[in-house]
């Protein structure tokens, strides 16, 4: 397994889960890490990414300002500090890594690693 995510659940509106993702050393170290998620009957979105080493974090607009994404280099471990869950945060969180250039870095095209998803929940 390249990708392992956890830390999903139930969780009440207004509450601040922390998603993990364990990766590989190889792929850690060589590619933007990013987080999708996807609803159900819904596509999957892009929610935040950070480029290698940390160089540069993004966010999707509906969780810019709620949601931090960070790298642990020395853990390999990826992570998604997510504050402030709406009802309609609820989804399958996945995490993902690939080859991305800028300017994709919000498509789901461009990550070749995909984690196994781990559903968040957010009751009313």
């Known amino acids: 397994v390249q990708l392992q995510a956890s830390g999903g659940g139930l969780v009440q509106s207004g509450g601040s889960p922390r998603l993990s993702c364990v990766a590989s050393e190889r792929i850690f170290s060589r590619y933007v890490l990013g987080w999708f998620r996807q609803a159900p009957g819904k596509e999957r979105e892009f929610v935040a990414a950070t480029g290698r080493n940390g160089a540069g974090t993004y966010y999707s607009d509906s969780v810019k300002g709620r949601f931090t994404n960070s790298r642990d280099n020395a853990k390999n471990t990826y992570y998604l500090q997510m504050n402030s869950l709406k009802p309609e945060d609820t989804a399958v969180y996945y995490c993902?890594?690939?080859?991305?250039?800028?300017?994709?870095?919000?498509?789901?095209?461009?990550?070749?690693?995909w984690g196994q998803g781990t559903q968040v929940t957010v009751s009313s």
């Open positions: 993902a890594a690939g080859p991305v250039i800028v300017s994709m870095i919000r498509n789901v095209d461009g990550y070749y690693y």
